[in-house]
């Protein structure tokens, strides 16, 4: 047995993304859990991070540690692509994917400049949504479901993305109704 399967392993969090009437708004949830236990009910899974005065909207899902260690190198490759955050997350799943130590780290990203829109995977993903929304972590795809029924029949991006994990929450375990949000405009 691996040591990795004997630990229980960091479970929960909904991150959603919605982007609607000219901004994209991030919500995540508080909830960090160490396998049916809830360790954290208010941790801040979506951060504002602004490398070479570029705002950016990050949320995460996974690890802490290992979505921290992300974040920082997301901003270095900012700063080495300023206003270009397609190329610079490009370049942070090639490296993510073939560095040795970054191979192993287990998160994901979802980031956001108000004009893009991307998810970010260790698999070299970096998908951009279909139908402006989309969502990562244990209750995603509630949040995911729930945002896409709404959308044609909600015009505010952050009631959307509010009401979503406040749905997530009710269905998921892993997920709280504690949340954070921040939007920003294309």
């Known amino acids: ?9 960091w479970h929960g969090t909904t991150i959603v993304a919605v982007r609607k009437g000219g901004k994209v708004v991030i919500a995540g949830d508080g909830q960090v859990s160490l396998g049916n236990t809830v360790i ?18 990050c949320g995460f899902a996974g ?11 997301l901003e270095v490759k900012l700063e080495a692509a300023p206003g270009q955050l397609a190329r610079a997350s ?3 799943a090639k490296d993510w994917r073939t560095d040795k130590y970054l191979k192993n780290l287990e998160a994901m990203l979802l980031v956001t400049d108000g004009k893009d829109l991307f998810v970010i995977t260790g698999a070299g993903d970096v998908l ?17 479901a729930a945002g896409r029924a709404m959308y ?22 892993f997920t709280n109704g504690n949340m954070t949000v921040e939007s920003i405009s294309a």
């Open 1 to 9: 047995m691996s040591e990795k399967s004997q630990f229980p392993g």
């Open 40 to 57: 954290k009910g208010s941790a801040r899974k979506v951060r504002r991070i602004a490398p070479g005065g570029q705002e950016v909207v």
């Open 63 to 73: 690890s802490t540690a290992d979505a921290f260690t992300l974040l920082e190198r």
């Open 90 to 92: 490009v370049e942070l």
């Open 128 to 144: 951009e949504p279909e139908h402006d929304v989309t969502a990562i972590g244990s209750g995603g795809n509630y949040a995911l």
């Open 152 to 173: 044609d029949f909600e015009e505010d991006a952050e009631v959307i993305a509010r009401r979503a994990l406040e749905i997530a929450a009710e269905i998921c375990v």
